[in-house]
T-cell receptor, first 113, second 115 residues
Framework: NAGVTQTPKFQVLKTGQSMTLQCAQDMNHEYMSWYRQDPGMGLRLIHYSVGAGITDQGEVPNGYNVSRSTTEDFPLRLLSAAPSQTSVYFC????????????FGPGTRLTVL | QQQVKQSPQSLIVQKGGISIINCAYENTAFDYFPWYQQFPGKGPALLIAIRPDVSEKKEGRFTISFNKSAKQFSLHIMDSQPGDSATYFCAASREIKAAGNKLTFGGGTRVLVKP
């Protein structure tokens, strides 16, 4: 099993550009989520999904869009990048239910100039 | 407004010493408290977790202590080793069936174990 994979590993954007961060998992997990990690802030939930076709907002959703057409994939889209979106982004997945372990991907480091 | 507050932000401990990281939460509905370990350039990985029906959980050199009345929990790393040097995050969530595990994280603690 590859687990949770993310691409790209690094990305530099200019303000106003758009891009999609890719996330895929091969564990047949229903639940997938996106977090951003900033120094001193821990990880903050951006968006999450409990299954194909179902998404919802987390703590910091502004400026980001998601969709989930398959169980395996959960891309995160930045429509118009801003410097405030400079961060490290992590995708995670788990089985549904409150106590199931979440597995995190290796992260994407994004810099917006 | 951070619902889970973690301290200290960093700590240095000698090999063989005890590392202690503390977290406090506000939402009394939280009922799951995991700790994640993150090495540089990697994603966080679950280290140990506790539910509020017990006051302590131990796995090897790692122990979680939980104080429900004080809304606090802590991670103790006994006999700290250089390989334990990492960033540790506490987190909290509440079970909502069929709604996933929305974790609220603390700010993280960078631990450095000196040989």
């Amino acid at each position: 099993n590859a687990g949770v994979t993310q691409t790209p590993k690094f990305q530099v954007l200019k303000t106003g550009q758009s891009m999609t961060l890719q996330c895929a998992q091969d564990m047949n997990h229903e639940y997938m989520s996106w977090y951003r990690q900033d120094p001193g802030m821990g990880l903050r939930l951006i968006h999450y999904s409990v299954g194909a076709g179902i998404t919802d907002q987390g703590e910091v959703p502004n400026g980001y869009n998601v969709s989930r057409s398959t169980t395996e994939d959960f891309p995160l889209r930045l429509l118009s990048a801003a410097p405030s979106q400079t961060s490290v982004y992590f995708c995670a997945s788990s089985y549904l239910g409150g106590y199931n372990e979440q597995f995190f991907g290796p992260g994407t480091r994004l810099t917006v100039l | 407004q951070q619902q889970v507050k973690q301290s200290p932000q960093s700590l240095i401990v000698q090999k063989g010493g005890i590392s202690i990281i503390n977290c406090a939460y506000e939402n009394t509905a939280f009922d799951y408290f995991p700790w994640y370990q993150q090495f540089p350039g990697k994603g966080p990985a679950l280290l140990i977790a506790i539910r509020p029906d017990v006051s302590e959980k131990k796995e090897g050199r790692f122990t979680i202590s939980f104080n429900k009345s004080a809304k606090q929990f802590s991670l103790h790393i006994m006999d700290s080793q250089p390989g334990d040097s990492a960033t540790y995050f506490c987190a909290a969530s509440r079970e909502i069936k069929a709604a996933g595990n929305k974790l609220t994280f603390g700010g993280g603690t960078r631990v450095l174990v000196k040989p």
